[in-house]
Structures are given as C-alpha cells and as structure tokens.
C-alpha cells in the first residue's frame, strides 16, 4: 500500500480525552477516530490489525473443530423474555421498537448470541448423535455500557468472536471446553500477547468451570490474585483467601463487654473516628435477604464482602442486601448499629472474625456500639467460611504463601454454561435410551478488538507502538527519503514491488515529507522493520534496515535487501507460532 493512497491520519499531540497510552496511541497513529462516546471508525491501519486477529481466530477455531456460521444482530426481543436475559440485561440490552405495516415490532441488537443460536440448534439437532457440535462466528455486538472509555477497549458496538458448544454429556462439554481452552491459549500467542487464564466466577456448573483470559495491564479494569510459587491466579470474585477455619472455643480475653453511645455513626469509617480505633478492630455486620431470609453476614471492618461466596456458603439462588424495614426487625435500630451480639436472625461469620479479640461491634441499639466483643463470652460460631474479596498478602490456597494482586484487561473468556438456555428455549437431544434430556451447553468469547487495544497498551515505548508481527497494519515499511529522486524512487519502487511478490505486506511512505517527519511518524504507527533508502545511500549501494525495537539500524547491500528483510519477517512469524 502506498501512504499517499491511504488515510494514516498520525498526529503530534496527545489527545486530551484520551486517559491511558492505548487510547492515545490509536487515535495518534491513525488507528481509530471516534463518533460519539463508545463509538468508532477503524480507518485502514487499525482495521487491518483487527483483520489479523480475526484471522488467526479463525485458524486457530477452525483447528479445534468449530465451525463458521453468521448470525443476525437483529433480534426478537420475545427469546430474552424466554430465557430471562431481558430482565437481567436491564440498560445494557439495546432494544428498538419498530413499526411495519400496522404491526409494533419488538426488537434488540444482540449482546451476545446464546439465544438466537439455541433456538436454531433446537430446530436442527434432535439425537444425541448430532453431538457434540460446536459453532462460531465473528460479529457485532451492541451493549449499552454504563461507561464506554478508555477508547476501543469497552465500546458499545464491539466485535467478539462467539463460539458455543453442545454436548449431550460432561464428557463432551469438558473435551469441548479444554479444546478451545487450548485454542485460546495458542491464540493469544500467535498474536503476542501476554496473559493470564484466571479461574472465574464458576456459575451453573460449578467447579473449574470458567476461565478469563487477562491480560496484565495497569490500566485493566479487573483486578487479578495470584501466586508466583503455585501458578493460581483467579479474578477478585472468585479468588480464594486460602485462611483456614481458626480455633472457635473463644477468645481469653477478661475485659468485660461496655456500651459505648456513639451518636450518628452508623459507618465503619464513623465509628473508627469517634472511638479513636482501626477498621481492624471492629466486626461489620451486614444483613442480607438470602433467599428472601434474613441472615447477618459478620466481617472484619476493613474487609470486603464478596456476594457470591456468601451465596454459595448459603447454598441459596439469590442474595441482597437488606432494606431499612427488615434491618430494623433483626436488629431493632436503624441502618449502621447491627452486631452479633443479641441480633434476632441467623449469623454466618469470616474466618478472620473470631481472630479479633475485644471486637467494636453495633450493639442492635440505634446510635450504640459495644466495645471488647469476644467469641464464646458474648456470640457464638460453630464455624467460618471465606466470605470476602481476597486481599494482597492473604495466603495461597494452593502454596500458602502470600499471593499478590495485578490489574488486568479481560479478552477472553470461557465458560460452562449447562443447561440454563437449552431449558429455556427447549433444545433437547433423545439419548440412547430415546429419552429426552437437554443440550449441555459451553459458550466461548474473545474481544477481537480488545486483541488489538490491549496490544497497544502493552507493547509501546516513548515514542509509539511496538507491534508484533502478526497483528501488526504492515510488516514492513518503506522509506525513501527524497520522493524527487527519479534513480533512488526506481530503486524503493523495485523493492517494494519485490517484497510484495514474496508475500511480505508492505507499506511504502512515498510522501513527499521531510525525513524528520517520516521517520516520526515510521517509530508512532510501529511497522516491525522498516528499510530506509537515501541518496548516501544509493551511491553507496546500501540500505538502512531497523527493526522497530534494534537501537541502529543495519546497512544491507541493495541487492540483498528483500532477501534480508524477507528472512527477518519469516523469522519474526515463526517466532510466534512456536
Ligand atoms: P467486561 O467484564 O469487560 O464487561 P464481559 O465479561 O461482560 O466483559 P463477555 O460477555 O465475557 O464480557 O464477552 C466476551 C469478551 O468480549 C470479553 O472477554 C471481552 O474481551 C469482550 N468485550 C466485552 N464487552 C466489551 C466491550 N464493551 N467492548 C469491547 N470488548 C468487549
Ligand atoms: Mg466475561
């Protein structure tokens, strides 16, 4: 591609609104321009890396056994009421109203696809013969995101590469699930992309049964826990603390238990300032509607309840915080003054509470709290679970030793579903028996343009972006540095003409541009290797070739610069493919 006939927009400055290095890396190298909020245009660089990845999905989903198909964006509205998601959805799910004829239309533009392909596999598969079977596709997705920012990487017109799988038994599900594991794996590799398979809130299934690709970002949005000696990583919500159940006999603390009026501080933070005391001290007692049962959730002050864990030590379907009127029946006080003490519901308790001893705690009494809480003397626990976020330094499930926390970026994601939209939606296979039973289901995601964004968030240095070869617009570019040359432009056109032939992608910057500006502008848009030809050069039948990352470039006799650059490419290529 000739630069002059391309639309490379780069800019000098670094944009105002555009808070972390990718975003301002992709609108200043002419990768993306914005529309409106979570809106944007690739322009040719950018598309073409977004290509790219696709690409490499598509191997790579291709050799694990799944299979193409394209969906509608378009959508009845009518299979999210089916299988709950319009609820669930709330302001996410993009749902337009149409008329045709005299007739109202209910609509949405897909957030995801598991409806619209379980009702077609509930039209086409009916023995357990046609199974296990998984699709794919590379689409739009349209979400209404609270919050679009941080440019391309949370959008809300985004393309995913969606995968499903169907299976009529476990088995079939976990070979499905390992094989686009593995897929995923050779995915992010093939691409250059650092990352990190994170065990993930497990859902239905239960167990290891979601796995988030992050990638380590200090700009991501997840937070990741894990371990350098055993290798477990997991997402925040899902992370273990790895603290074992403490000695529950009680604490030998004498002093005796005090009331203490502390008017108006029904906070943690309140409470710690009138009585001169830390977070750590104090119990924090939360009241839940579990199941629509009240139950007080008991945590050390400074830590963070962690919703599914507390579900799960339930063993109920839904938990939420309580609301003032159930608050006051347990507790007889308004909002803030809970405690274990004397509270009328059932209690469920931290591991790290009963290790507080002479615990500040609510007294079930507006505007009081009571001071020197022990277990044993004053509440009682016949055992503790893990109940809050893990925090740094809490010890390894796995090793024990202290695990550490990164931010991440999530671009990918695999999941076992079950059977939540097969029953739903009524797809069911006969089994051997001729009985009917659902389609177990696995759904698979990967962000293709959080591929590229994240790509530019991590591999950049001051002065642009460092593509790997395999995403990056072009392979090679190259510059001649006096457009009015006629002898040195027959020698750049040869080249590129040549490099062309032997399947390198190549991108010439025949401008008419000061060197200064070329050369810019060659280290902000991040071709990996880039072939200079200058007038010096030329009589002295040399090139200069660099690599994006080389500190100096190398001088190759003219003659045997495609050879070279050719060799360095398929170098660079095989590098990541093993
Ligand atoms: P997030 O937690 O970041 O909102 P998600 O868990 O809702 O993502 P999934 O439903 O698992 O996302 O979608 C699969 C993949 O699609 C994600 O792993 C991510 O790479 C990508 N993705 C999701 N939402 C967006 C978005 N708004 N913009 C760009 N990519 C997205
Ligand atoms: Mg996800």
Known sequence: MRWSQSLIPTMKEVPADAEIPSHQLMLRAGLIRQLMAGAYTYLPLGWRSVQKA???????????????????????????????????????LVRLDVTRGDRKVHLA???????????????????????????????????????????????????????YSFASTLEQLNDSYDAMYAAYCRIFQRCGLKYIPVEAESGPIGGDASHEFMIPAENGEDRIVYCESSGYAANL????????????????????????????????EAVCKFLKCSPEQMIKTLIYLADEKPVAVLLRGDHDANEGKIRRALGVKSIELADEKTIQSVTNAGIGFA?????????????????????????????????????GRDYKLETTYDLRDACEGDPCPKSGEPMKFVHGIEVGHVFKLGTKYSESLGAEFLNEH???????????????????????????????????????????????????????????????????EK????????????????????????????????????????????????????????DQTVEYVAKQVAEAKSKLNS
């Open 109 to 163: 533009l897909g957030p995801t696809h598991e409806e619209v392909i379980t009702d077609l596999i509930s039209r086409h598969i009916n023995s357990y013969r046609q199974l296990p079977l998984t699709l794919y596709q590379i689409q739009t997705k349209f979400r209404n995101e609270e919050r679009p920012r941080f440019g391309v990487l949370r959008t809300s017109e985004f393309l995913m590469k969606d995968a």
């Open 54 to 92: 696709a690409q490499i999905i598509r191997e790579e989903m291709e050799a694990a056994g799944a299979v193409e198909l394209h969906m509608p964006a378009l959508q009845p509205i009518e299979l999210f009421d089916r299988t709950g998601r319009n609820e669930a959805f709330g302001s996410v």
């Open 237 to 268: 919500e899902r992370a273990e603390t790895g603290r074992k159940t403490p000695d529950l006999t009680g604490s030998n603390s004498s002093a005796a238990m005090e009331k203490v009026h502390t008017p108006n501080a029904g906070s943690i």
């Open 339 to 375: 405690g274990p003490v004397g509270i009328k519901c059932d209690l469920i308790a931290d591991h790290d509470v009963p290790l507080i001893t002479d615990a500040i705690a609510g007294a079930n009494e507006t505007d009081q709290h009571y001071k020197n809480v022990n277990l």
């Open 434 to 500: 001729e009985k009917r039973e659902p389609i177990i289901m696995g759904c698979y995601g990967i962000g293709v343009n959080r591929i590229v964004a994240g790509l530019a968030e991590t591999c950049h240095d001051e002065n642009g972006l460092l593509w790997p070869i395999s995403i990056a617009p072009y392979e090679v570019l190259i510059i001649p540095l006096k457009t009015d040359d006629e002898d040195l432009m027959n020698v750049a056109e040869k080249m590129y003409a040549d490099l062309k």
């Open 503 to 558: 399947g390198v992608d190549v991108l010439f910057d025949d401008r008419p541009a000061r060197p200064g500006v070329k050369f810019k502008d060659a280290d902000l848009i991040g071709i990996p290797f880039r072939i200079v030809i200058g007038g010096k050069g030329l009589q002295e039948g040399i090139a200069e070739v660099k690599a994006r990352t080389a500190e100096d470039p190398e001088k190759i006799p003219l």
